[in-house]
């Protein structure tokens, strides 16, 4: 996995973990994140064929598909994989979270009216 694309992500989690979280922020934040989400199931992609590469070839193997699947399992390429399809669903839940945020500013502000 691209390391600047996971520490440019991480860095937008630290910001919005912090607490204080102004409404440029947010906006700010939801932009970006919606902007790498695309690199992020582009490398998803990527990391899984690979890791299906990685399983094709221990299940051609003469042994059982479990004990294949378990072998595969334990390959850089399956911790890529998984770590892409982790990253991918924390930017979904992420871009989810800011965007009731937003809707909650605006439902104070239409309040506030």
């Known amino acids: 996995m691209s390391t600047d694309l996971y520490d440019r992500i ?3 989690q630290g910001e919005l973990a912090n607490g204080a979280l102004s409404p440029d922020l947010a906006r ?4 970006k994140l919606t902007a790498l989400l695309g690199n992020v199931t582009d490398e998803q992609r990527a990391a ?3 890791y299906k590469l990685v399983l094709l070839g221990c299940l051609q193997s003469d042994e059982a598909a479990n004990r294949a699947r378990i072998r595969a399992e334990v ?6 994989a998984r770590k892409a399809g982790d990253l991918a669903k924390l930017v979904i ?3 989810r979270s800011l965007k009731q945020y937003m809707r909650s500013l605006d439902e104070e502000a239409r309040l506030a009216r």
């Open 10 to 12: 991480q860095a937008i």
């Open 28 to 31: 700010e934040s939801l932009v």
């Open 48 to 50: 899984d064929h690979e």
């Open 75 to 80: 390959t850089p390429q399956y911790q890529r």
């Open 93 to 95: 839940e992420n871009i």
